[in-house]
């Protein structure tokens, strides 16, 4: 596979969190549901829960961005809408991806998502005052021609301020891609950098980009998963961070990077990787390749994945004192193959979190797992997912993970579930125990 090929000689840490996990138990897998329910391709779904029982996703498809809503915690969902702003143009392939999800402490629904134009590409935020029920505004952060744009990500602060970031290079043409033939794409070159944006009057304007890392304008940033610390109340972010040749753009393997900020404008000169020695993160990686959950208590959980000889691993750590320090890196994922690993957790109640990946490692296709991380223990793996999907279909970069008001998990996954020939999204809860 490509993404181990970039990689061979990457030394790894040889510890005891790094020993293979235990197999998935047995155990049936809960009721899901198709949500997508739309013609044509439907994938990278995004998940986010609000009480009383709310749960909202988006995703790429129904000829645009998708977008579904259950009252009931998972129970009954409710028809597939496309959002305002983002429908296809057949001029631009594609007009708009990448969708993000976040709900204010009042209820107001946020739902983000790039959009292209024949000249620039930028972030459109589609605001909800019902719960989902309809979406009144669609306001557009547009940026200055001839830039490029991926992979926004959306975060609602207690006191009403609305954080975006997401993927900017001031000149489109430095890009280079790296193809997978699934369907998406990574990049070998590229004046790449991670940047914010924030919002005080619920997405109408919004601040100029703030540079999240050092190097600007061609800083090497990709993808940058964020929260609200519940604790602290800082903006707290996790993103992809390679090294970048001056003039030709050309990019290096990579490394997740915390960085933290009071006011979403300074931030750190020298933020730190998470555990390096664990490995780097290969070019070639077409999915988000790293993401961030807070428990009830503030506390840190990053996770990501790794490639290096024949082996994909996706890692779990921690930290208690506001990303100062990190606890020892520990592995999660069971099998030892080269298959893609897209890890995600949603934290609970202190000191645990709930850690899933969806993976086509398994021979008969695509399947999501869970499992429990409960004060540095890890729990007994179980797959979510009842039937796989197919290997070259492309599922997606993310899925959706959320924890309800109940304290069961919400999941949401893109998947072609034989015998379908499209990938569809699927939603689940599930209890953990």
């Known amino acids: 596979m490509r993404i181990a090929a970039l990689l061979t000689g990457i030394l790894t840490a040889c510890s005891a969190s790094a020993a293979p996990a235990p197999a998935p138990i047995p155990t049936p897998a809960p009721t899901q549901t198709l949500i997508s329910a739309c013609a044509g391709h439907n994938a990278e779904v995004e998940e986010a829960t609000a009480p009383p029982d709310y749960v909202y996703a988006d995703w790429i498809g129904c000829g645009g961005i998708g977008f579904a809503r259950s009252p009931d915690g998972g129970k009954t969902w409710g028809p597939a809408v496309t959002v305002p702003g983002s429908a296809d143009n057949a001029a631009i392939r594609p007009t708009s991806w990448d969708p993000a999800i976040a709900v204010a402490a009042n209820g107001t629904v946020y739902l983000s998502f790039m959009h292209a134009t024949s000249t620039a590409t930028y972030p459109v935020v589609d605001v909800s005052h019902d719960h989902g029920r309809t ?28 954080y975006l970031t997401w993927d900017y290079a001031p000149t489109a043409g430095n890009l280079k891609l790296l193809c997978d033939k699934s369907g998406s794409c990574a990049f070998s070159n590229g004046n790449l950098n991670v940047v914010m944006q924030f919002s005080r009057d619920q997405g109408r304007t919004w601040s100029k980009l703030v540079p999240m890392q050092p190097g600007y304008p ?52 020298r933020p730190s990787p998470v555990h390096p020695e664990n490995g780097a993160t290969a070019l070639g990686n077409w999915w988000i390749d790293g993401a961030f959950s807070a428990d009830a208590a503030g ?59 969806l993976t086509s490692a398994p021979a008969q296709g695509y399947a999501l797992f869970i499992r429990a991380y409960d004060h540095g223990k890890l729990g007994p793996v179980r797959q979510v997912s009842a039937r796989y999907g197919k290997r070259d279909i492309w599922p997606g970069d993310t899925f959706g993970i959320a924890l309800l008001p109940n304290g069961q998990i919400s999941l949401t996954w893109g998947s072609a579930a034989r015998p379908s020939r499209i990938s569809q999204i699927y939603a689940a809860t599930i209890i953990m125990r």
């Open 135 to 162: 979406f009144a505004h669609s306001y557009s952060d547009r940026q200055n021609p001839g830039n490029w744009g991926d992979r926004d990500f959306l975060a609602a602060a207690p006191d009403g301020t609305l």
């Open 218 to 269: 061609a800083a090497g940033g990709d993808s940058a998963p964020l929260l609200v610390n519940p604790r602290t109340r800082d903006i707290d972010v996790l993103y992809e961070g390679h090294q970048t040749d001056p003039g030709t753009f050309r990019l290096h393997p990579g490394y997740e990077y915390f960085t933290s900020s009071r006011d979403g404008i300074a931030w750190p000169a």
């Open 299 to 357: 506390n840190l959980y990053a996770t990501w994945d790794t490639q290096a000889g024949r082996t994909d691993i996706g890692w779990l750590s921690v930290s208690t004192d506001q990303g100062r320090t990190w606890s020892a890196a520990t592995r999660v994922t069971p099998d030892g193959t080269d298959q893609p690993h897209i890890v995600e957790s949603a934290g609970g109640r202190p000191g645990v979190a709930y850690v899933a990946w």
